[in-house]
């Protein structure tokens, strides 16, 4: 039996520590290749595209009724809206797929993390290895600069011309160029919180109270850094990304919602208004650009969100529990994993599928496959018998009474074999449809014909709205049609984008230009361009981090990973 040896700290800082004399070299050789060590300025924006994650109608529409959104309500008066969607409804391939016009089977990004062939180690996705091109590069091929705050997927930098400040994901807070950070500190004052993750007990009360705290500061360094980033340098296109709208309506929205909720009127008082305080500020935000009639504004979100009230649950349940499932103590269950003497670490030489982890709807089993996995142990011959197996072993998990379940189905799975990455995904229904403690959580399943305690296989968590597929989408500028409904999905921005900027289209994207958005006068000037491809030339794909300390602290917090 081979030996396993256990993963080091120090080996993980000395990887660290190469990986950022790497960045800091690579950074150098760009910064001397542009010789100049500051932010290319050009004439006039000509496109402000603005993300905000998981923006959803289902909050906005009756903000904009109440008159609470005069510059949304403009941008619908004045512009193009509608519903945006995307799918799979999850953060790193939408974002992608935003700024690709491709599928995640093209860009490649599926997950947060992903884990690299020869290797057991999850580590965290990063822009090198989306395999297409972005507009971004696209653009600055054809010298048009790009300036890009806190996009998802913004580091290392996919940008020469232009500028780059990193998202909250990156597992470096460097700016391109280097010297912007130092630059917006000295410009922008910024309020400090005063603890970190680990120390807010000192300060708060709870942590959403920390959490809250937190992500308002980070909104508001967003707002007065893209202000002055846009007076100063005027990117041709500036992309900003803001999260609270998804993280903070996951939190939040019981108490936007109260009546649907088991919520205090205290909590109520406190945390009643904080979702939509955060569409006011975004838009004030937007107000100055809403109102130059010679800017294109581009405002997505990357998926919906609704709160699981919407949703069909067993009457009586207070749903503002999230269920998430411990896969590999399932896997266990069935035969196909080991832990080392009751231990949480997995045996590999012992196991046959691992669960690779998933966020939201769709979940991840790896098989352990010899040569493509470190401590592969199922021969190649075997690989698409097993994934059948395992599919079926998982599709007849059941609870032990139908009464439970909505539509009488005992079933807890749907289970999908995958092509791609990772070998099984799960669809899993349970993580969001079943709230409730009292009249799920205390309740039995039946794994592979034994009866055990759910709670033994659940994790859970307090959020209180999911993800939908259904997004928002608003456009207002020269050459859009006023008050126009539209309805287009992630894939199409990118080609509408590169259509504004007089630019081809990729005859390969999987999206297309919103001619629906587009005023036709303009339209029949400006006859659409086409390229065969952007990605003719190889995409380079190097620089693969380590999944860094302090992101898998913020994923956690986020309760992205467990
Ligand atoms: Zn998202």
New binding site residues.
């Given amino acids: 039996m081979k030996k396993i040896k256990k993963r080091k700290i120090n080996k993980k800082r000395i990887f660290a520590f190469l990986i950022s004399i790497f960045i800091i070299l690579f950074m150098t050789i760009t910064i001397s290749n542009l010789q100049e060590n500051h932010v290319t300025k050009s004439a006039k924006t000509k496109v402000i595209f603005i993300c905000l994650?998981?923006a959803t109608w289902n909050v906005m529409i009756p903000m904009v009724e109440r008159d609470e959104l005069p510059n949304f309500k403009k941008i619908m008066r004045d512009g193009a809206y509608g519903n945006l969607s995307s799918d799979p409804a999850?953060?790193p391939p939408?974002?992608t797929s935003i700024i690709t016009g491709m599928e995640q089977d093209k860009h490649k990004i599926y997950n947060f993390c992903t884990i690299l062939s020869g290797s057991t180690e999850v580590i965290q996705v990063n822009s090198s290895m989306i395999k297409t091109k972005t507009i971004w590069q696209i653009l600055n091929n054809f010298n048009k600069t790009v300036g890009i705050n806190n996009w998802l997927m913004s580091w290392p930098p996919l940008v020469t011309k232009g500028f780059v400040i990193p998202s909250w994901f990156a597992t470096s807070n460097l700016t391109y160029p280097l010297n912007l950070r130092k630059e917006l500190n000295e410009n922008i004052k910024i309020k400090k919180i005063n603890a970190t993750g680990k120390n807010y007990r000192k300060y708060y009360l709870n942590y959403d109270d920390f959490w809250l705290e937190r992500e308002q500061i980070e909104t508001d360094r967003l707002i007065l850094e893209s202000q002055y980033l846009i007076d100063k340098y005027s990117p041709e296109l500036y992309a900003v990304g803001f999260y609270f709208t998804?993280n903070g309506q996951e939190r939040f929205w019981k108490y936007m919602e109260p009546e649907y909720y088991n919520v205090s009127n205290e909590e109520k008082e406190k945390y009643g208004s904080v979702i939509f305080d955060f569409y006011k500020e975004i838009d004030k935000f937007i107000e100055p650009y809403v109102n130059n009639d010679n800017i294109t504004l581009i405002m997505v979100?990357?998926?919906g969100m609704k709160g699981f009230r919407n949703q069909n649950i067993v009457p009586g349940d207070h749903p503002h529990v999230l269920w998430g499932w411990n896969y590999n103590k399932i896997l266990n269950k069935l035969g196909l994993l080991e832990f080392k003497n009751n231990s949480d670490e997995i045996d590999w030489s012992k196991t046959k599928a691992y669960y690779i982890g998933g966020f939201f709807t769709k979940h991840g089993i790896n098989i352990n496959l010899k040569e493509r996995e470190k401590y592969g142990i199922v021969e190649q011959k075997e690989y698409d018998i097993l994934k059948k197996d395992i599919a079926k072993k998982l599709l007849s998990i059941r609870f032990t009474n139908q009464n439970y379940i909505e539509g009488g189905s005992t079933r807890l799975f749907n289970s999908i074999e995958s092509n791609s990455f990772p070998d099984i995904v799960l669809e899993d229904y349970f993580r969001f449809k079943w709230g409730g403690r009292e009249k799920v959580y205390n309740k039995s399943i039946i794994i592979n014909n034994e009866i055990y305690a759910l709670k033994e296989f659940v994790e859970l968590n307090t959020w209180s709205a999911e993800?939908e597929i259904n997004g928002i989408l608003l456009m207002k500028g020269p050459n859009i049609k006023k008050n126009k409904l539209i309805s287009a999905d992630v894939i199409d921005i990118a080609p509408t984008i590169l259509y504004l900027f007089d630019l081809p289209i990729g005859r390969d994207m999987d999206g297309g230009l919103l001619t629906q958005a587009i005023n036709e006068e303009y339209l029949s000037q400006n006859p659409v361009n086409y390229v065969d491809s952007y990605d003719n030339e190889e995409v380079k794909s190097e620089n693969l981090e380590s999944i860094s300390k302090d992101i898998k602290e913020k994923l956690e917090s986020l309760g992205y990973i467990n």
């Fill in positions: 994650d998981g999850f953060s939408a974002w998804n979100s990357d998926h993800h």
